[in-house]
């Protein structure tokens, strides 16, 4: 069975860490002294399962009081296509209202602006580099 959740454990933490070594640090070649930054003590992470194998990842931060930024967000290859990323965004979204934020900014990779926008964010910046790879700027209010 697929879920996702807020990371509650050491445990569950590890296994976000997993899922982002692989997609980011082996399948896009960011180095792994980017991908692990120094906002990982603080954020909060999230992490999709498949029963017990961790398959998604993603994190929120508040860099500014009422901004959630979403970052980090990623799915195994081979469960893309599935709407895994339509379940970490709602989950992640779902936390930053409960918490009392009022809007949602992150950076998508250019190659996904469109499943962003299929999730009502509007791109706020001319395409930019992070890490080597184009990006947009996004946002939305929830």
Same mark, same amino acid.
């Given at each position: ?9 050491? %445990? ?16 896009? $070649?960011? !180095? ?7 906002? $990982? ?9 498949? $029963?017990?194998? !961790?398959?998604?990842?993603? =994190?929120? =931060?508040? !860099? ?12 195994? !290859? ?12 709602? %989950? ?25 926008? %299929? ?10 580099? $992070?890490?080597?790879?184009?990006? =947009? ?6």
């Amino acid at each position: 069975m697929i879920s996702a959740k807020r990371v509650e454990s050491e %445990k569950e933490r590890e296994d976000a860490f997993y899922v982002r070594q692989k997609v980011f640090v082996e399948e896009q $070649d960011v !180095p792994v002294h980017l991908e692990l930054d120094e906002y $990982d003590e603080s954020a909060i992470h999230f992490v999709a399962y498949d $029963d017990e194998m !961790p398959i998604g990842a993603g =994190r929120i =931060r508040e !860099p500014e009081p009422g901004i959630a930024k979403v970052e980090r967000v990623c799915i195994l !290859p081979q469960y893309r296509g599935q709407h895994l990323g339509n379940l970490m965004m709602d %989950k992640m979204e779902s936390y930053a209202k409960e918490a009392g934020l009022t809007s949602v900014k992150l950076n998508a990779q250019s190659y996904a602006v469109t499943f962003y926008e %299929k999730l009502h964010y509007e791109i706020t910046s001319p395409e930019f580099l $992070d890490a080597g790879i184009p990006h =947009r700027a996004m946002q939305k209010n929830i």
